[in-house]
Nanobody, 117 residues
């Protein structure tokens, strides 16, 4: 059974940084792409970044240059380093795991990120 646990969210001032972590269990981690999504109040969930099992990364345009996704295959963990945070980055951030052979996401419970002065 796939189990994802996010951590690292919190309150940060504009221009600040946060590092989110997502620990995965119940998966052959190296055979999954790992993704970060976010959902702001009243908005649809959107893809933030993805890292494939090859290490290739993709980012939503508004996150390029500010966010960095990385993975630690030895410890089954994916990270999202977020810099130069803006109030519009405020959202619940979700980790998702997608097997290489399928299109279904397995989801974590989410972690709240609030950017405010």
């Amino acid at each position: 059974q796939v189990h994802l646990v996010e951590s690292g969210g919190g309150l940060v001032q504009p221009g600040g940084s946060l590092r989110l972590s997502c620990a995965a269990s119940g998966v052959t981690f190296s055979r999954f792409s790992m993704r970060w999504y976010r959902q702001a109040p009243g908005k649809e969930r959107e893809l933030v970044a993805v890292i494939f099992s090859t290490g290739t990364t993709n980012y939503a345009d508004s996150m390029k240059g500010r966010f960095t996704i990385s993975r630690d295959n030895l410890n089954n963990t994916v990270f999202l380093q977020m810099n130069s945070l803006k109030p519009e980055d405020t959202a619940v951030y979700y980790c998702a795991a997608r097997p290489n052979w399928d299109s279904q996401n397995f989801w974590g419970q989410g972690t709240q990120v609030t950017v405010s002065s």
